[in-house]
């Protein structure tokens, strides 16, 4: 899948845009590469709130001349042609987007952009400037809501705008965890999934951990994953018994959200589940998470462990039910700002 083009001037006959972010990836399965990512990543006050003084030598005296060899190689094995899959996956969203919008007859630019990594924000941002948008609708890929991610690249966008004279009017997609097109694509993919290769005994919904402490400091994000699993478990017809959520994705000693995605595949297999179905509801796009740690490590871990059947249900990726979620999300939030073709803009209402 060919990567969407950088902004053009041609791209955006009107004077908004769409920018549609995603977390991003390393520019190649190198260790030199992967570092320089995680030292993007988890310079991030927001990911790690641990006290710089303490995290500075962690970071760059042990994580940073461990990880990236072992990371690099994890890459590796779910690398494309095309490059990261997060990437062309993103970039296949933004084409599916774009056509959706233009198809309902918007005029507006819409451009993918990595918290981490290239494209950057900053980039992305200032490529729009100079064409003269002067509204930008932030819609990001995580449906459900953390400090970790979505107010991070509220961050990366607040950076920008400090830096310059004419600040564009800004809108921002929170969270999307409940919105009815987001767990009808959810659903589509699954039932999809089961025609094609059959169910299992259960669904298990693994989504990315975060630090538990973050949860006790105000953070909605493991309430947002409980209820995204409700409705979507509603949505198929599932019963208590027939789904479970876990969350995968540790990183440090400290206490995360549980169940831990594979110490709870392990048990399941050893209670007796022979055939499990696992999906990751929070990530729209595949990506390492998805397709290394869930498609192969997890799948090691319940097979080794009595399990006889795993089946990964992809993330969303190009699916056309997502493109329509996006774009009705993306309708939304546009609502008010002059974006159809031969519309004249409506003066406010006093």
């Given at each position: 899948m060919p990567l969407p083009p950088a902004p053009a001037a041609t791209d955006i006959p009107g004077s908004t845009?769409?920018?549609y972010c995603n977390l991003g990836t390393p520019d190649a399965p190198t260790a030199p590469a992967v570092r320089r990512y995680l030292a993007e990543f988890l310079s991030d006050p927001r990911v790690v709130e641990i006290p710089r003084l303490a995290w500075w030598p962690i970071l760059h005296g042990i994580i940073l001349r461990v990880r990236p060899a072992k990371s690099a190689a994890k890459y590796a094995s779910i690398w494309t042609d095309q490059g990261s899959a997060l990437k062309v996956w993103t970039a296949a969203q933004t084409l599916g987007?774009?056509?959706a919008l233009a198809g309902r007859g918007h005029r507006v630019g819409v451009h993918y952009a990595m918290r981490y990594g290239q494209p950057a924000i900053a980039a992305q941002l200032d490529a729009l400037a100079a064409q003269g948008v002067t509204r930008i609708l932030v819609l990001q890929a995580y449906p459900q809501y953390s400090g970790t991610t979505t107010a991070s690249v509220l961050d990366a966008v607040g950076?920008?705008?400090?830096?310059?004279?004419?600040?564009?009017?800004?809108?921002?997609v929170g969270d999307y965890h409940g919105d009815a097109g987001y767990i009808a694509a959810l659903a589509d993919s699954v039932e999809r999934h089961w025609a094609q290769h059959g169910r299992g005994e259960l669904l298990l919904m693994s989504f990315h951990g975060i630090p538990a402490r973050n949860i006790a400091l105000g953070d909605p994000y493991h309430a947002q994953c409980q209820a995204t699993a409700r409705l979507l478990a509603q949505r198929l017809g599932l019963g208590?018994?027939?789904y479970r959520v876990?969350?995968?994705?540790?990183?440090?000693r400290a206490k995360w959200l549980e169940p831990y995605t594979e110490p709870t595949l392990r048990a399941l297999a050893?209670?007796?589940?022979?055939?499990?179905?696992v999906m990751c509801p929070g990530f729209p796009s595949d990506c390492?998470?998805?397709?290394?740690e869930i498609n192969m490590e997890a799948r090691e871990a319940f097979l080794e462990s009595g399990g006889e059947a795993f089946s990964y249900i992809p993330c969303l990726n190009d699916s056309p039910a997502w493109a329509a979620a996006l774009a009705d999300l993306a309708e939304r939030h546009l609502t008010g700002w002059n974006t159809r073709t031969g519309e004249a803009d409506q003066p406010a209402v006093s």
């Open positions: 845009a769409v920018l987007l774009r056509g950076d920008w705008s400090r830096r310059q004279r004419r600040v564009p009017d800004f809108r921002f208590s018994a027939q876990t969350f995968q994705s540790r990183f440090g050893q209670q007796g589940t022979r055939r499990i179905d390492l998470e998805t397709l290394e």
